[in-house]
């Protein structure tokens, strides 16, 4: 079975969907519940054909009602643009897959009903999943524009107090303009649960991420970019500095002068095979 074959293995249908489907049948709503999974099944492939090509390690494709979630045993240490690629290779599927409804409805081979149907489907998932909230591609967007000038864990804090604000934003336009709206409250609810998903795990997304790095497995040349730090420092607080595409020289200083300076993997090792948990880069002077 070939990596590209491979991918269909990996599809899971969230109950959510088997819920909508299950009520798409049950009102004769069949024509539209086919174009809903065409739409998102493709826009979901779009991300993996792109992470396969990267050779990224997938565990999963969950379809949703609204889109879906591409879930990759990667921990923000791939290149920026190739990150960027994978994320973008969904939203991008909604151009071809409307020039293409278009072509069969200007041919007579779909109804204009059905054509009309599909682009509703297809634009109304196509915005959904811009919006800037964690875990749709607007939200991971957004992470990646913080990764590129702010260090991780800042730019994942930033990214949810501005993922949790626009949520809010949704759930009082919702009340105000249909708060009757089913479909608007699943989305809501899942996005609020991701969000405090993925805030409960920040910490643990943290350490995966500079595990990666002690790990070495980054395939990029990565720029450098020094961080200057006070001897009194403690190993976490220095390791809280650290940025995405970058490799740190770890420049100590004591009293405004420099003392020495360190690899970032020497400070990483320190931490995780040493267990220096508590130390400070002085202390590790004494040992490198």
């Not at 065409?38 to 826009?43: A, F, S």
């Not at 045993?73 to 409307?98: F, S, T, Y």
């Not at 990565?222 to 940025?243: D, G, H, N, S, W």
Request: proline residues 4%; hydrophobic residues 50%; aromatic residues 12%.
């Amino acid at each position: 079975m070939s990596k590209w074959t491979e991918l269909f293995t990996k599809l899971h249908i969230h109950p959510l969907l088997w819920l909508v489907m299950a009520i798409g049948i049950m009102t004769g709503h069949i024509k539209a519940l086919f174009c809903l999974m065409i739409i998102i099944l493709i826009h979901e492939l779009g991300h993996a054909a792109a992470a396969v090509y990267f050779s990224w390690r997938i565990k999963g494709i969950f379809l949703l009602p609204f889109g879906g979630t591409l879930e990759v045993d990667e921990h923000g240490n791939r290149p920026l643009k190739e990150e960027l690629a994978v994320i973008a290779a969904g939203p991008v599927q909604h151009i071809w897959l409307q020039f293409a409804a278009w072509l069969l409805a200007v041919n007579s081979l779909i109804s204009p009903h059905i054509f009309e149907t599909f682009t509703f489907y297809n634009l109304t998932i196509l915005l959904i999943n811009l919006f800037p909230i964690w875990p749709l591609d607007g939200g991971k967007l957004l992470f990646l524009l913080f990764s590129k000038h702010l260090p991780y864990q800042k730019a994942q804090r930033m990214m949810l107090a501005v993922s949790c604000f626009c949520c809010a934003v949704l759930i009082a336009a919702t009340l105000l303009v249909s708060p009757s709206q089913l479909s608007a409250w699943v989305l809501l609810v899942f996005l609020a649960a991701s969000l405090y998903q993925e805030y409960r795990n920040r910490h643990y997304a943290h350490i995966r991420f500079l595990l990666e790095r002690y790990y070495g497995n980054e395939r990029e040349v990565r720029r450098l970019a020094p961080i200057t730090v006070c001897a009194e420092q403690q190993i976490y607080e220095v390791m809280l500095m650290f940025k995405r595409g970058c490799k740190h020289p770890i420049i100590i200083e004591k009293d405004g002068q420099k003392l020495s300076q360190l690899d970032e993997n020497e400070v990483l090792h320190a931490y995780f095979t040493d267990k220096r948990t508590t130390s400070s880069m002085e202390d590790l002077l004494l040992v490198y």
